[in-house]
């Protein structure tokens, strides 16, 4: 059976890398029972997924062939297609030609190392199940992608513009975001470590369901942005926070200085920030003070009209 022998193989190379089914799972943002699943040949992992776990495990794709048949089929008859097999497309004429949308670019399922592809644009909506390490995107214009399950480290995407996108269940390590328009862009189910997103405009982003973790933060743009569930560790925020909401997060050593709050909402444990040199609106104050937060460095704005 088809899905017993994908989870022989889950198995067998989950043993020889020495991971748990706990810390395999950990890795994927899924439950433990999950794995337990594949692995007993119950279930079995979506094509997404098993890019992630190929990585994890330190094999190629091919080791799961099996799973993945139709789709290579399906691919090589439209590539056989496009080399000059025998089975030509039908000609069209110039005025069709002329009417052609302009190609977009796919680049999900790719591995690249040291590339540069500053200056990119006209991806098609999905870019998915890739492997980047020390690549260059600068100045590009990646607005309304879905980025699901990629592993992104050491990238420098400094000044593109990322609006409107999805990024899911993807690693995202020591990567420039520097002065990036991020807004309406959704974060969710990732692991951020050490990224640059000083200058980056987070206004309407939402991220939650994350790891943030030691990333700087100076001079971000946060307006109407949300942080929902997320874990924080080691964060400096600096700046204007406006009508942002930060519900049933986790902080540790998570500190907020030169900061201006004004109607942005708490609902967490605040133990873990602390504020230096910062100023709330009264509203902000009471949400503060209600999530136990040490108020010691902030200060009441005066009421409009007040001088």
């Known amino acids: 059976m088809l899905t017993k022998k994908i989870g022989n193989k889950i198995a067998e190379a989950r043993r020889k890398t020495h991971i748990s089914q706990a810390e395999l799972a950990q890795r994927l943002f899924i439950s433990p029972q999950a794995v337990g699943k594949w692995e007993r040949g119950e279930s079995m992992p979506d094509i997404t997924t098993f890019h992630r776990l190929a990585e994890i495990l330190g094999v190629d794709l091919n080791y799961f062939s099996d799973s993945f048949s139709s789709e290579t089929n399906e ?23 002329k009417s052609r949308k302009k190609l977009n670019w796919n680049m999900s399922f790719g591995n690249w190392v040291d590339a540069d592809f500053s200056g990119l644009k006209d991806l098609q909506e999905k870019l998915r199940c890739s492997n980047m390490k020390n690549c260059k995107f600068i100045d590009s214009d990646m607005s309304g992608l879905i980025l699901k399950s990629n592993h992104m480290e050491g990238c420098d995407f400094r000044g593109s513009d990322l609006s409107n996108s999805q990024m899911k269940y993807s690693h995202l390590e020591n990567n420039l975001f520097n002065d990036c328009s991020l807004q309406e862009t959704e974060f969710s189910l990732c692991d951020m470590k050490g990224c640059d997103f000083s200058g980056a405009n987070f206004t309407g982003a939402k991220l939650k369901t994350s790891d943030f ?18 874990h924080m560790k080691d964060i400096v925020f600096e700046g204007a926070v406006e009508d942002c909401s930060f519900e049933h997060c986790s902080f540790k050593k998570v500190t907020f200085q030169n900061s201006t709050f004004t109607n942005t909402f708490f609902k967490s444990n605040l133990k873990g920030i602390r504020f230096i040199n910062c100023e709330a609106d009264r509203m902000t104050y009471e949400f503060l003070k209600n999530g136990k937060a040490d108020l010691n460095g902030i200060t009441l704005l005066a009421p409009l009209g007040i001088d």
């Open 75 to 97: 691919a090589d008859s439209t590539q056989h297609l496009d080399e000059g097999s025998d089975q030509q497309p039908p000609k069209q004429n110039p005025a069709a030609d």
């Open 213 to 230: 973790v030691k990333n700087n933060m100076a001079n971000a743009v946060l307006s109407s942005t949300s942080f929902i569930a997320m």
